[in-house]
Structure formats: structure tokens, C-alpha cells
């Protein structure tokens, strides 16, 4: 990204697939990268609601996670893109 973020792109995949994903690609550099944007799409076709289920789903399996309770990383909805995951760090 410009502000020189790392960003992953997951949009289209099924919950499940980016879980993996983000266990295997972004979880392991997140401590030298500090911050990944993930980009997961609103979902406008993933439910009635318009909620996306893959940032939703992703977000939740984060947030469940030993690192998350440990409050090693942050997640949050990017507040400029409702698409868009960002993962913190913290742990410095």
C-alpha cells in the first residue's frame, strides 16, 4: 500500500480458504510487518443483510485467537473502507 502497509487481498474467497490463508501467510509476518490490511469486501453477496460474512467470520476467528487475547494483535474494520481488515502488532 502507499502508507506501506502490506496488503492481502482475500475478496472472493470462502471464509475457511481465508482463515487458512491468513494463519499461513499473514499471521507469521505480522510481528516484522506490524500492520496488514486485508482486504475481504463488504460482501454485498454474501447474505441478505449486506454484511460481508468473510470480514465478519475472519475478524471473529481473529479475535478468538491466543494472540488476540493476549492482546499481542488488534483487528478492526478500516474506518475508511468498510472492506478492508487492518491487523496490528503490538506486541513490540
Do not use: F
Amino acid at each position: 500500500g502507499a502508507d506501506g502497509r502490506l496488503t492481502v487481498d482475500y475478496h472472493g474467497l470462502y471464509k475457511r480458504d481465508a482463515i487458512a490463508a491468513y494463519e499461513e501467510m499473514v499471521l507469521p509476518i505480522l510481528p516484522a510487518q506490524t500492520r496488514v490490511a486485508i482486504i475481504t469486501g463488504k460482501g454485498r453477496h454474501s447474505g441478505k443483510d449486506g454484511k460481508s460474512a468473510l470480514r465478519d467470520g475472519l475478524m471473529e476467528h481473529i479475535r478468538q485467537s491466543a494472540q488476540y487475547r493476549e492482546r499481542k494483535i488488534q483487528c478492526r474494520v478500516d474506518p475508511k473502507n468498510g472492506g478492508i481488515l487492518l491487523v496490528d502488532w503490538l506486541d513490540r
